[in-house]
């Protein structure tokens, strides 16, 4: 069936203005486009967004208003918006108090104080899809007020969860190379595959971008400025075999490390942690990585962040979507591996 694609963000949007917005009028109440879904990040595309994927958007009240307002929508919205379906619910019109919706979504609620195990325990793409998006309304500022919380780590959280990331790198940086010297190639691919994931994840990171599902991540790390070279760096290691494999890595490994240099979070003296030469020349990789780890827990100065194993936030301990996608399985698994 052929139907005209709008991405999802502009049919929120406009179905909030034309129908949504005026039936609420004079209702105190939010509402945006957030949460899952690609169009909430605008990776939307026909093949994704077919005539029977509904119009979505989240309409967020206060105590004891939902209800409310869920039966003045029922009454006052069609059953179909811009050829596409209009339901109440998720993956639809979602109607739900603000706290709650926070603290579904994130396991906790950002307009109270966050606590370490609240910010390490929820999953980056949670992140992306609450900060991401667009906001229609917001009477009461509160929206507003949580997504600003949450764009960005403390800094010695985020120090910690970079650090993490490096030491990953660091681990896995020579097992391609040792797969090839036996001739599997396919291993070596994969490998290779697995650092490109971290370094795209971590060059988000550094800039202060969520990383979004790996299936989004590509696109993600396209978006960031001046990585057009770092991609085909990463692109050209994935194509390539043996020694010129760890050429392109190396390649890219340096453009991500560069990053810190303009990072926020950078630990002083990290400018030039790259460049430091050894006796036996220049260090290598998976050196520099560790230097740069080691330099970033440095310059942590919470004790509770230093004390922690270095394990990183939910998505840096486990790949699992079952975990990844239940913010109580994310909190206890958060808990027992940190010992929160």
Do not use: N
Request: proline residues 7%; hydrophobic residues 45%; charged residues 20%.
């Amino acid at each position: 069936m052929m139907f005209d694609f709008v991405p999802g963000l502009p049919l929120s949007r406009d179905f909030y203005e034309q129908l949504a917005g005026p039936a609420l009028a004079g209702v105190p109440h939010a509402a945006a486009l957030l949460g899952e879904g690609s169009e909430v990040l605008s990776f939307d595309t026909p093949a994704s967004a077919g005539p029977r994927h509904g119009v979505r958007l989240v309409v967020l009240t206060g105590p004891g208003q939902s209800e409310a307002v869920r039966a003045t929508l029922r009454r006052a919205l069609p059953s179909s918006y811009g050829g596409r379906p209009v339901t109440l619910g998720a993956g639809g019109v979602e109607v739900a108090e603000t706290g709650a919706w926070l603290v579904a979504r994130l396991g906790f609620d950002p307009l109270r104080p966050i606590g370490l195990l609240d910010w390490l325990a929820v999953p980056w793409q949670r992140l992306a899809g609450t900060c991401g998006g667009e906001v229609f309304c917001d009477d009461a500022g509160l929206l507003g007020r949580a997504r600003q919380t949450l764009r960005r780590y403390p800094p010695d959280v985020e120090r910690y969860v970079l650090a993490a990331q490096w030491r990953r790198l660091a681990a896995g940086y020579g097992h391609a190379a040792r797969c090839s010297e036996v001739g599997d190639e396919l291993g070596a691919a994969a490998l290779t595959a697995d650092l490109a994931r971290d370094l795209m994840r971590l060059a988000l990171l550094t800039r202060r971008r969520w990383p979004p599902y790996d299936r989004w991540l590509g696109s993600a790390f396209a978006r960031l400025p001046g990585a057009a070279e770092t991609a085909d760096a990463l692109a050209a290691a994935l194509a390539a075999k043996r020694s010129l494999r760890q050429d392109h890595l190396r390649r890219a490994w340096r453009q991500v490390a560069a990053l810190r240099e303009r990072s926020p979070a950078a630990p002083p003296g990290a400018a030039t942690a790259s460049g430091t030469e050894t006796a036996a020349g220049r260090r290598s990789p998976a050196e520099e990585a560790e230097g740069l780890a080691e330099a970033l827990t440095a310059a942590i100065t919470d004790p509770r962040v230093r004390a922690l194993p270095p394990g990183g936030s939910i998505d840096q301990l486990t790949a699992s979507a079952e975990v990844l996608t239940d913010p109580a399985r994310c909190r206890a698994l958060t808990r027992a591996a940190l010992g929160l």
